[in-house]
């Protein structure tokens, strides 16, 4: 049996004091409606209020805090259980921007379409102008000195903030990281977060240890949750795409 989606969950069940908010939000009144969610917000319906918040966010583009809305809304999201929410929400969570693009570019260097899309949701949330602190650039985060030398090897464009370049060159660059780790796509990825030269070093430190230790034991934990969430990323990918 099919389950019901979030406008038949909406129709249905949706709290009367937030029926209006509902409405507006269809209607991307994006003042009014959010004018009304926070009227009447209240303990019992905040999950609804957040579903509508993210819905609202989504429609103006403000990714970061249609994210902070939907995970509230739904903690499932990014979870083993988010088959459980409704499909409006996985779709919204999970950009499938870029399509053409991401495809040729793995085809050309031999990898995992939806590794890629799990790469640039991590690093920038499929926003082509997304910029670091550091000063990395574009959908899948090259530093600038990067994407010269990617694009000179390429002889390419190394205009990082247009999408089909960074595509082209990130790819490229992620292709190398897995040859540099004789097709271990883990170590690759953990490069891409710590950059090569820890990983090598780390992993020249314990060459024999089983690849589950061994990224469960490199020293950056910030590094230790990029692989499981690049990795994640790129499974709920594959299955929504099925």
């Known amino acids: ?46 999950p609804y209020a957040d579903a509508l918040l993210a819905d609202l966010y989504n429609s103006i583009g403000d990714m970061f805090l249609m994210t902070r809305s939907a995970r509230r809304a739904f903690p499932q999201l990014a979870t083993v259980e988010q088959d459980s929410v409704p499909a409006y929400f996985l779709k919204m969570y999970y950009p499938m921007k870029y399509q ?64 089909d370049v960074n595509i082209r060159l990130g790819t490229f660059y992620f292709r190398s990281l897995v040859d540099m780790f004789g097709g271990a796509v883990q170590l690759a990825v953990a490069s891409y977060n710590a ?12 060459p ?8 469960e034991s490199m020293p950056f934990p910030e590094t230790r949750n990029y692989v499981k969430r690049v990795m994640m990323l790129s499974g709920s990918y594959r299955r929504l795409s099925r």
């Open 100 to 163: 053409d693009s991401i495809r040729k570019n793995a085809e050309k260097n031999r990898l995992d379409p939806y590794l890629v899309m799990g790469l640039i949701h991590q690093e920038s949330y499929f926003n082509p102008l997304a910029r670091s602190p550091v000063g990395a650039m574009g959908l899948m985060q090259l530093m600038p000195p990067t994407a010269k030398e990617l694009a000179r090897r390429l002889r390419s464009s190394a205009n990082a903030d247009d999408p």
């Open 195 to 206: 950059g090569m030269g820890n990983v090598l070093r780390w992993r020249r430190a314990a």
């Open 208 to 215: 024999h240890r089983p690849m589950d230790e061994f990224l």
């Open 1 to 46: 049996m099919k389950k019901p989606d979030w406008p038949e969950i909406a129709e249905k069940d949706m709290p009367p004091e937030l029926r209006l908010a509902y409405e507006l939000t269809a209607l991307t009144d994006a003042r009014d409606a959010r004018l009304e969610i926070q009227k009447n917000l209240k303990r019992s319906n905040q």
